[in-house]
């Protein structure tokens, strides 16, 4: 079942859970989405924009020898991404977004691939997609996505409560 950016906000409200972020490619897209609906400040923390491959390093904690043996797109850097989000914003859930949203490949990464993560306090999980389109539509599908991913975590954890 595909929920909005509000039914997001209403299912992290009832889970009394916040949520942090930690983007590369969508560039604040995913903090943008996550703010616009009203009463967004009770479940967003905010948001860092670490586009710049130095800046995953020491803005959101990504270890540095991952970033030079993986290069900045890769499952564990959305993974360190999440972690990093959720630490250093005081977040219930953390999300990293890494990919390559084009015209061209990046380190031999195809246009289209993203990484997105959520880390939460029982587990972290990582997604993979392949989008197509433009520059745009690719950004905008990470975003989409990643909503899906966090109302996922979600709900596992609403769940685990009772």
Same mark, same amino acid.
């Not at 923390?45 to 290069?71: H, I, N, S």
């Not at 433009?134 to 975003?143: M, T």
């Given at each position: 079942?595909?929920?909005?950016?509000?039914?997001?906000?209403?299912?992290?409200?009832?889970?009394? &859970? $916040?949520?942090?972020?930690?983007?590369?490619?969508?560039?604040?897209?995913?903090?943008?989405?996550?703010? !616009?609906?009203? %009463?967004?400040?009770?479940?967003?923390?905010? #948001?860092?924009?670490?586009?710049? $491959?130095?800046?995953?390093?020491?803005?959101?904690?990504?270890?540095?020898?991952?970033?030079?043996?993986? *290069?900045?797109?890769?499952?564990?850097?959305?993974?360190?991404?999440?972690?990093?989000?959720?630490?250093?914003? *005081?977040?219930?859930?953390?999300?990293?977004?890494?990919?390559?949203?084009?015209?061209?490949? +990046?380190? *031999?990464?195809?246009?289209?691939?993203?990484? %997105? &993560?959520? &880390?939460?306090? +029982?587990?972290?999980? @990582?997604? !993979?997609?392949?989008?197509?389109? !433009?520059?745009?539509?690719?950004?905008?599908?990470? @975003?989409?996505?990643?909503? +899906?991913?966090?109302? #996922?975590?979600?709900?596992?954890?609403? *769940? !685990?409560? #009772?």
């Amino acid at each position: 079942m595909t929920v909005s950016v509000a039914e997001l906000h209403l299912l992290l409200l009832e889970s009394r &859970a $916040t949520v942090g972020v930690a983007e590369s490619l969508t560039g604040g897209e995913l903090a943008a989405a996550l703010s !616009s609906t009203p %009463g967004a400040s009770a479940t967003l923390r905010g #948001g860092l924009v670490v586009y710049a $491959t130095d800046l995953k390093a020491t803005l959101a904690g990504v270890p540095a020898e991952l970033l030079d043996e993986r *290069g900045p797109v890769d499952p564990d850097v959305a993974v360190a991404l999440a972690a990093g989000a959720r630490d250093r914003l *005081g977040a219930t859930f953390g999300v990293g977004v890494t990919g390559v949203a084009g015209p061209d490949r +990046q380190d *031999g990464v195809a246009v289209g691939t993203v990484f %997105g &993560a959520v &880390a939460g306090p +029982q587990r972290s999980v @990582v997604e !993979s997609w392949s989008f197509g389109g !433009s520059r745009d539509e690719i950004r905008a599908a990470a @975003v989409a996505a990643c909503v +899906q991913l966090i109302a #996922g975590e979600c709900r596992r954890l609403a *769940g !685990s409560l #009772g």
